[in-house]
């Protein structure tokens, strides 16, 4: 049935951010503010490597912990022997290069107890019940690291367990779309616990901020995941001794490929039936970033809070790309010749096919939007094609399998994925490729 309230979609006051620290701590209103953003150089050496992949090769991308050996290297075939200290030492030597501006080091904190309950390609090394293991081998390690003395005068942006808790609310249950692994964790606790407990330590390091996922619009974006799930990031903020004053921000699609903006459709009561937006109440990322902005604030975060949105695969240029409004009267017609996103339906999340690099990394570009990311680095892979025996804890997901027609999670559409993909986090250079081809802006 459709939604009967509509969330607020005003967007917050633009207000010009601090660029110098507020009184009794170094932390500013908006970190990439006249900041540089750390360039990973293994992303960028692999990125450098490609046809053409020099003219993105200098972007700044995020630091994947996806193990706990990632804290300290563990020669993965992406991310080499260069641990989070070793990143760090990077960064200041980039940060000691680059004049007078800081320098916004960007690290994504991702190994929850069950991670992923939803999906299969990156359910991660520790079981549901490992919170222990979390906080004590994981979290901990993490807070040492980034509290050094020699790392003060990095902003270290702390990205906090993608896929996690937005599972609590759209997987669990009476609902089609749930899995007995996300209804083990909500019964548990320990997604709640764990980001609680991250944001609470590394809180506590002055320099670092803390952005919480937050999911994607057509993952959320209907009244009955909308307002749930701001409550419920807004429990975990108060778990394990965090507070929301923890939170600097959050960050909405992470790792995947929902539109910044979709120009030709307007979101009304008829574009809202068609199969595309099926009744969710927005149909691009921008206008659900600024209004879930605004339902966190009332769930009990400050009102400084600021967003972030991962633009590194959400571009959809290239020679499919509409140009304008389509005229037809069938309304499934007339959204699907107007959308950009051309991916089969929004629940498709595993390499897809088509998909282009969006928005470069940009500070401040709209009302209530820190910056435009790009967190998920491209060309590295979402998922294999086909079971991949690894020792990465990772398996293999249906929805990256390009012959699969589909799950309730999908509305049982084809995946959309692409053939032939390694294992998650692995380079994958026909995507890079198609990326770098379909790029928008070019």
Request: with cysteine; glycine share 10%; aromatic share 8%.
């Amino acid at each position: 049935a459709p939604p009967t309230t509509a969330p607020p979609t005003t967007a917050p006051p633009t207000t010009a951010p601090p660029t110098t620290p507020p009184p009794g701590g170094p932390r500013v209103d908006n970190p990439y503010v006249g900041a540089d953003v750390y360039v990973n150089p293994i992303w960028s050496a692999n990125a450098a490597a490609e046809p053409g992949g020099s003219r993105i090769a200098d972007e700044p991308t995020g630091v994947w912990l996806d193990r706990t050996s990632a804290i300290y290297g563990n020669n993965s075939p992406t991310t080499g022997d260069m641990g989070l200290a070793d990143h760090l030492d990077e960064a200041v030597a980039q940060d000691a290069a680059n004049g007078s501006r800081p320098l916004v080091f960007q690290v994504v904190i991702y190994n929850l107890p069950g991670r992923d309950c939803a999906a299969l390609a990156s359910n991660g090394e520790l079981g549901p019940d490992e919170i222990d293991a979390y906080r004590d081998d994981y979290i901990d390690p993490i807070a040492e690291i980034v509290g050094r003395a020699e790392y003060r005068n990095l902003r270290i942006v702390a990205v906090i367990e993608i896929d996690s808790l937005p599972n609590l609310v759209t997987n669990v249950g009476s609902r089609a779309t749930a899995t007995p692994e996300c209804d083990v964790m909500l019964a548990n606790g320990n997604y709640v616990t764990g980001v609680g407990y991250a944001i609470s330590q590394l809180g506590a390091v002055p320099n670092v901020y803390n952005y919480i996922d937050a999911g994607h619009h057509g993952w959320i974006g209907w009244e009955d995941n909308f307002g749930p799930t701001a409550d419920l990031i807004a429990d975990a903020a108060n778990a394990s001794g965090a507070s929301p004053s923890d939170v600097h921000g959050f960050i909405t699609n992470t790792a995947n490929y929902s539109a910044l903006e979709e120009p030709y459709i307007t979101v009304d009561s008829n574009t809202r039936q068609s199969s595309w937006i099926d009744w969710n109440n927005y149909n691009d990322e921008l206008s659900f970033a600024q209004a879930f902005r605004q339902r966190l604030v009332q769930a009990g975060f400050p009102s400084s809070i600021g967003m972030l949105i991962d633009t590194s695969r959400n571009g959809w240029g290239g020679p499919d790309r509409p140009t304008g409004p389509s005229s037809a009267g069938d309304v499934d017609t007339r959204v699907d010749e107007s959308r950009i996103d051309r991916r089969f339906q929004k629940g498709n999340w595993c390499n897809q096919s088509g998909a282009g690099l969006g928005e470069r990394p940009t500070a401040a570009p709209a009302s209530g939007i820190d910056a435009y990311v790009w967190i998920k680095p491209p060309g590295e892979s979402d998922g294999s094609s086909s079971e991949i025996p690894n020792d990465e804890g990772k398996g293999f997901d249906r929805m990256c399998d390009p012959t699969y027609t589909g799950n309730p999670r999908n509305n049982n559409n084809m995946s959309g994925a692409l053939p032939d993909a390694p294992v998650s986090g692995h380079w994958f250079s026909a995507q890079f490729q198609e990326l770098m081809a379909n790029a928008y802006p070019p």
